[in-house]
């Protein structure tokens, strides 16, 4: 890994209003990804970058925020994930610059890696983890094409640097179709007696306010979602219930519960580096998703 220079994350923290560790893990976890990126290789699929961390890194900071892990889907997934598990695990215990924490974790649908940087450049803070998560997941399809892309972290950007690396991304529309289902059925659960919300959650609300601004909300979209949600909902709460009953119950508990907007605006507060001024609010978000919702109800 290149040596770095701290004084250029000390210009992004000042620039972005944050701490340094934030920059400082933004770096290493791009790091890790570029090392998995140029060194997988397999004929039976496709290794595609996906998740927040690609909407700021890949999509030209598409939301302003950060974002500490790193997601990895593997398309289309094969019949056995033996061989394609244990290349991921090779890779993961040879990386340059880094070290495994403990064994990864692993699933049926997913492996997940922890890291430490071997030269301990990654500084603790509350709203950050202490070490750098990377997860793979397998999945059988995807609706939209994936999008190459170049991968900047803050560093080089600000540096001048070339881009750290190219890679196969997820579409904007497919990263929004997770993200809606995910953030209804957590926000279901959590009237339930088997609640499965977390704060952190209050980020696919969060991004989904900017990312349904950059494509259209046609038919295969609508379907898509309600494909995908009907899946997760039989896979994750075990209940068949219309898309329709569900999105409506969530933004009544979106505006009548208010924890959420609490749990909104301290997540904007620790990760949003937008200006202060340009941040989103509890309600401008809530008033997009419900949009985004009476859209896919039409």
């Given at each position: 890994?290149?040596?770095?220079?701290?004084?250029?994350?000390?210009?992004?923290?000042t620039e972005k209003a944050c701490d340094i560790a934030f920059p400082l893990k933004e770096k290493m976890l791009i790091e890790v990804i570029k090392q998995f990126v140029e060194r997988f290789n397999s004929d039976t699929g496709?290794?595609?970058?996906?998740?927040?961390?690609?909407?700021?890194?890949?999509?030209?900071?598409?939301?302003?925020?950060?974002?500490?892990?790193?997601?990895?889907?593997?398309?289309?997934?094969?019949?056995?994930?033996?061989?394609?598990?244990?290349?991921?695990?090779?890779?993961?215990?040879?990386?340059?610059?880094?070290?495994?924490?403990?064994?990864?974790?692993?699933?049926?649908?997913?492996?997940?890696?922890?890291?430490?940087?071997?030269?301990?450049?990654?500084?603790?803070?509350?709203?950050?983890?202490?070490?750098?998560?990377?997860?793979?997941?397998?999945?059988?399809?995807?609706?939209?094409?994936?999008?190459?892309?170049?991968?900047?972290?803050?560093?080089?950007?600000?540096?001048?640097?070339?881009?750290?690396?190219?890679?196969?991304?997820?579409?904007?529309?497919?990263?929004?179709?997770?993200?809606?289902?995910?953030?209804?059925?957590?926000?279901?659960?959590?009237?339930?007696?088997?609640?499965?919300?977390?704060?952190?959650?209050?980020?696919?609300?969060?991004?989904?306010?900017?990312?349904s601004k950059c494509f259209c909300i046609d038919e295969t979209f609508k379907l898509a979602v309600k494909q995908v949600f009907e899946e997760d909902l039989k896979h994750r709460l075990k209940k068949d219930i219309s898309f329709?009953?569900?999105?409506?119950?969530?933004?009544?508990?979106?505006?009548?519960?208010?924890?959420?907007?609490?749990?909104?605006?301290?997540?904007?507060?620790?990760?949003?580096?937008?200006?202060?001024?340009?941040?989103?609010?509890?309600?401008?978000?809530?008033?997009?998703?419900?949009?985004?919702?009476?859209?896919?109800?039409?």
């Open positions: 890994m290149q040596e770095l220079n701290l004084e250029i994350f000390e210009i992004i923290a496709q290794l595609l970058f996906g998740g927040g961390t690609s909407l700021v890194c890949a999509y030209d900071e598409l939301t302003k925020r950060f974002s500490e892990d790193a997601d990895f889907r593997f398309v289309p997934c094969p019949k056995s994930t033996k061989h394609i598990r244990q290349d991921l695990i090779n890779i993961a215990k040879s990386l340059d610059g880094f070290e495994l924490v403990g064994e990864p974790i692993s699933d049926s649908r997913k492996i997940e890696f922890r890291f430490i940087d071997s030269a301990n450049l990654v500084q603790a803070h509350s709203s950050l983890r202490p070490y750098i998560k990377v997860e793979f997941f397998f999945t059988d399809k995807l609706f939209y094409p994936p999008v190459q892309k170049k991968l900047y972290s803050f560093y080089n950007k600000m540096a001048d640097n070339l881009p750290e690396t190219e890679v196969m991304c997820v579409s904007l529309q497919d990263t929004s179709i997770d993200k809606v289902s995910s953030f209804l059925w957590r926000i279901y659960s959590d009237n339930t007696e088997h609640s499965q919300y977390n704060p952190a959650d209050m980020r696919h609300m969060h991004d989904l306010t900017f990312l329709r009953d569900i999105s409506n119950q969530v933004i009544e508990l979106l505006i009548s519960n208010k924890k959420y907007k609490t749990d909104f605006t301290k997540y904007v507060s620790n990760i949003s580096y937008a200006k202060t001024a340009e941040r989103l609010t509890f309600k401008e978000a809530v008033s997009a998703f419900q949009l985004l919702i009476n859209q896919l109800q039409d």
